[in-house]
């Protein structure tokens, strides 16, 4: 399909570092057809001349993504209002929690179609904080002006409702999360190596089970040999859930973990692993790492929660425990190790398939598309 009625498309999010990572596929499909696509987020260079690599054009705004000081917030809506009047985008897609927010106010104050992602909800709607009680209330006014809006999981959009942030009948879709590039990421299940090689990917915050996972480390290598558990992802120093470096420096000193830094490579480091595991208990949208995984036909262990529910068929591709039980954690990690070869291909070959028939990103981008013209 050729798609003519759209030309100036403004891709939105909270970082660059997000855009590039999760929304790749996405800005190269929309290139591809003929559009101009302009990214605006905070400035990263690094991950803006990526952009621009993939041809994109980049406008650089702040955004306090952890802050609670109305004044900065508003800040942030003049920045959006200013540069939509610059830029004249014909459709905006919004990703991550403030830019749902103040970019559809700027977007519809300048006669843009408003297309947001809700991709997880945090701990914004669990909070009764007044600063939580005020984001409810701009999701209730924002929301609703919104000419299309995606959802990663079915629990968020009945936690929509019964907040009453109203939807618009057919005006709202459940998407398998950002879907994940299959090409990018191949089947590589078999394991080559006699340790078994775990592996965490997330951003370094506490309520991602990081804490959960080194405590479940250290008990397993007291109990058994030839075990390896990795870290992988930002310390995001911006947030105030965050795991210090310090603190990581600890355990990996003590030999629980290793830390992995970041990459933008991830399934180079996917390929040399046994087992993915985020024991969060965060209000995911649906985990991208957990797609990824699976789809290299890993064996994932994540909690029988919001979002991570969703990238598991219990005992058939992976494992789920209970979220901040350490005790379960434990027992369903010994699960894995229980695995025998043959068993781990199987399990492999059934998450691979699982991604192919569920999650694959051709049909996120085709959503997407669809959304595009209304």
Same mark, same amino acid.
């Given at each position: ?34 559009? %101009?696509?302009?990214?605006?987020? +905070? ?45 004249? +985008? ?12 103040? %970019? $559809?106010?700027?977007?519809? #104050? ?12 945090? $701990? ?38 019964? %907040?009453?942030?109203?939807?618009? *009948? ?6 398998? @999360? ?46 058994? %040999? ?7 992802? +930002? ?25 992995? @830094? ?8 996917? *390929? ?11 209000? *995911? @949208?649906?985990?991208?790492?957990? #797609? ?10 994540? $909690? ?56 694959? *990103? ?11 013209? @209304?």
């Amino acid at each position: 399909m050729v798609f003519k009625l759209v030309r100036k498309i403004v891709m939105s999010a909270n970082t660059a570092w997000y855009l590039y990572n999760f929304r790749q596929g996405t800005i190269r499909e929309f290139i591809g057809a003929g559009h %101009s696509v302009c990214a605006v987020c +905070p400035s990263d260079e690094k991950y803006m001349d990526r952009l621009r690599e993939l041809g994109c054009a980049v406008k650089p705004i702040s955004i306090s993504r952890s802050g609670k000081n109305p004044l900065i917030d508003l800040w942030t809506f003049m920045q959006y209002f200013l540069c939509y009047m610059l830029v004249r +985008p014909d459709c905006v897609f919004n990703f991550t929690p403030k830019v749902n927010i103040y %970019s $559809t106010f700027a977007g519809k #104050l300048v006669g843009a179609r408003v297309v947001n992602n809700i991709a997880g909800l945090g $701990t914004l709607f669990v909070n009764r904080s007044v600063a939580s009680k005020f984001a409810l209330v701009l999701y209730r006014l924002s929301q609703p002006l919104a000419d299309f809006i995606f959802f990663q999981n079915d629990d968020d959009i009945e936690l929509f409702a019964n %907040s009453g942030i109203r939807l618009r *009948e057919g005006r709202y879709k459940r998407i398998p @999360g950002s879907g994940v590039d299959l090409n990018r990421f191949p089947y590589s299940s078999k394991r080559k190596q006699r340790t078994l090689r775990f592996l965490l990917v997330a951003r370094m915050l506490k309520e991602k089970g990081i804490e959960l996972y080194v405590q479940a480390a250290k008990i397993l290598q007291e109990r058994y %040999s030839c075990l390896e558990f990795n870290l992988l992802g +930002p310390i995001d120093v911006a947030n105030p859930s965050a795991v210090s470096a310090a603190q990581i420096a600890d355990w990996v000193g003590r030999g629980w973990v290793s830390y992995l @830094g970041v990459t933008d490579d991830v399934s180079a480091v996917l *390929e040399g692993v046994d087992v993915v595991v985020l024991p969060s208990y965060y209000r *995911e @949208g649906v985990p991208k790492s957990l #797609l990824e995984a699976a789809a290299m036909g890993k064996v994932v262990v994540t $909690t029988d929660s919001v979002g991570c529910r969703e990238t598991v068929v219990e005992g058939v591709t992976g494992f789920l425990c209970q979220p901040k039980d350490l005790e379960s954690l434990v027992c369903v990690l010994e699960s894995t190790i229980r695995l025998d070869s043959s068993e781990f291909e199987l399990m492999g070959v059934n998450a691979r398939k699982y991604m192919e028939d569920n999650f694959d *990103e051709a049909c996120v981008l085709a959503d997407y598309k669809k959304a595009l013209l @209304g």
